[in-house]
């Protein structure tokens, strides 16, 4: 969710899958992508095409990522991206991303 509006949905954004009646494959599938996703360095991040996906969530999620600086979101050109994943990176560009908490040893 963001602001209210759902970006992706489970099970609606795999509509096409479970009408096939791949409803046991999709979890799994999911599963490793996000685990690819996961253990995919940040200098490569951007770069990975991550061929498993037919959902169109790496784009999501590479925007919504904090690994990737706002000034590298500039360098992705407009309209480039999915609907959703727009929606996110000028959402993302848009916010103050607060700091880690000081700690209380540190504050005024």
């Known amino acids: 969710m963001l602001d209210g509006e759902t970006i992706w949905d489970a099970?609606?954004?795999l509509s096409r899958d479970l009408a096939a009646g791949a409803e046991n494959d999709?979890?799994?599938?999911?599963t490793a992508l996000l685990r690819d996703y996961l253990e995919t360095s940040r200098d490569?991040?951007?770069a990975q095409s991550f061929a498993r996906d037919r959902w169109g969530l790496m784009p999501i999620l590479k925007v919504a990522d904090r690994r990737v600086g706002k000034r590298v979101l500039d360098t992705i050109?407009?309209?480039s991206l999915s609907e959703?994943?727009?929606k996110v990176?000028?959402?993302r560009k848009a916010r103050v991303i607060e700091s880690t908490p000081k700690k209380e040893s540190e504050r005024d």
């Open 84 to 86: 959703a994943a727009e």
């Open 89 to 91: 990176r000028r959402a």
């Open 44 to 46: 490569n991040l951007l």
């Open 77 to 79: 050109p407009e309209g």
């Open 26 to 30: 999709v979890a799994p599938q999911i």
């Open 11 to 13: 099970p609606k954004d």
